[in-house]
């Protein structure tokens, strides 16, 4: 688990598993940089990897992350 700029961890939107720093820069449609502490979590809400803006369960599986 690595960090990447401002001190967040990148997700995979595929596997919902943190990747590298390197890996999230090089796929950045299908990574998700955390905000760091409390104030990434959003209580379980959907976010698209590709825009970073929250959507409704159910969409794309391989570009939509649950965060916890």
Not at 31 to 39: M, Q
Not at 47 to 54: D, E, L, P, Q, V
Request: aromatic share 6%; net charge positive.
């Amino acid at each position: 688990m690595s960090k990447g700029k401002g001190g967040g961890h990148y997700r995979s939107a595929i596997s919902g598993r943190y990747v590298t720093a390197a890996h999230g820069q090089r796929s950045p449609r299908t990574t998700v940089l955390e905000a760091p502490g409390k104030s990434g979590s959003t209580g379980g809400a959907y976010r698209s990897a590709i825009t970073g803006k929250f959507v409704k369960p159910g969409g794309n599986p391989r570009t939509t992350l649950r965060e916890k």
